[in-house]
């Protein structure tokens, strides 16, 4: 079975230095992972995804995720903090099994301080 | 292209009551699926759809109900609400294919409370 750990509930950075938010998994299968971000208020925008063509993935808004099998993780990155980051993040996992299921981690809240 | 459309937005409801949420979208999607989100507990699978005429269960399905008569439409009924069910419900769908990789788009979810 699969399933998501997102190590952190909360962080908290400063304007223009790195956002680190880490994501472990476990997968019976090769695993199909995203990365969603959710503003307050808002719905789910998918920020970025690993598809096995590159373990350096590049998403949206700066973003980055390196997909580590030895380590199964998929941490993202942003060289730069922007107040507009401030919002939950969510790691997923796809159920490669078929069935299509997404499974949520419990999100990272991020603050980005003045 | 609307995407993904979900009313209302809004909803307060007496325990024991029901309703439906209204899922639709228009990208000929053939997955489909009804997420609920509470605080620290990121986000449930209820119900999903792989084509019309297909439903099966998620891991939190007690309490609802799901139907899947066109593939537009994928609404969910609370049958007799209760305050445990007070929470903002999400629905969204994808291409279904070979790859799972296939990304899930999100509708702006409803707000539900259960008094």
Aim: charged residues 15%; contains cysteine; neutral net charge.
């Amino acid at each position: 079975a699969q399933s998501v750990t997102q190590l952190d509930s909360h962080v908290s950075v400063s304007e223009g230095t790195p956002v680190l938010l880490r994501c472990n998994y476990s997968s019976s299968y090769s695993p199909s992972l995203f990365w969603y971000v959710q503003h307050p208020n808002k719905g789910l925008q998918l920020l970025l995804k690993y598809t096995s063509a590159a373990t350096l993935v590049k998403g949206i808004n700066g973003f980055e995720a390196e997909f580590k099998k030895s380590e199964t993780s998929f941490h993202l990155t942003k060289p730069s903090a922007h107040m507009s980051d401030a919002a939950e993040y969510f790691c997923v996992v796809s159920d490669s099994s078929g069935t299509y299921k997404y499974i949520f981690g419990t999100g990272t809240r991020l603050k980005v301080l003045a | 292209n609307a995407g993904v459309t979900q009313t209302p937005k809004f909803q307060v409801l007496k325990t024991g009551q029901s309703m439906t949420l209204q899922c639709a979208q228009d990208m000929n999607h053939e997955y489909m699926s009804w997420y609920r989100q509470d605080p620290g507990m990121g986000l449930r699978l209820i119900h999903y759809s792989v084509g019309a005429g297909i439903t099966d269960q998620g891991e939190v399905p007690n309490g609802y109900n799901v139907s899947r008569s066109t593939t537009e439409d994928f609404p969910l009924r609370l049958l007799s609400a209760a305050p445990s069910q007070t929470s903002v419900y999400f629905c969204a769908s994808s291409r279904v294919g070979t790859s799972s990789y296939n990304e899930q788009f999100f509708g702006p979810g409803t707000r539900l409370t259960v008094l």
